[in-house]
């Protein structure tokens, strides 16, 4: 089973920025697509954004705008970059990745989560 990692996360200022990375822990052949999610405490996890192999993007409406999803297929790395975050930001955020196994199977897995807390 191909693990997924996330790093990243931390305790930042209301209106400061945070940078999240993820990746596989073991070599993998592709990421076909990735999304961000996040559960704050006492609420359900919801959707982030999403990206393609290609490229193509999918945001919360909420979360537009401040919120950028990229990736660098080379690597197989995917980032979420957060701009002017809010208290209300704070939460445990989760990475999915599917692709394809070195060994051609796919995979699909979600990460252990990295906690983000904005707050002064």
């Excluded at 200022?13 to 993820?22: D, E, F, I, K, T």
């Excluded at 002017?84 to 599917?98: F, G, I, Q």
């Amino acid at each position: 089973q191909v693990q997924v990692v996330e790093s990243g996360g931390g305790l930042v200022q209301p209106g400061g920025s945070l940078r999240l990375s993820c990746t596989a822990s073991e070599i993998i052949l592709s990421i076909e697509r990735a999304t961000w999610h996040r559960q704050a405490p006492g609420n359900q996890r919801e959707y982030v954004a999403g990206i393609t192999y290609g490229g193509s993007t999918n945001y919360a409406d909420s979360l537009k705008g401040r919120f950028i999803i990229s990736r660098y297929n080379a690597k197989n790395m995917v980032y979420l970059q957060m701009n002017s975050l809010k208290p209300e930001d704070t939460a445990v955020y989760y990475c999915y990745l599917d692709g394809y196994t070195m060994e051609g199977p796919t995979f699909g897995s979600w990460g252990q989560g990295t906690q983000v807390t904005v707050s002064s």
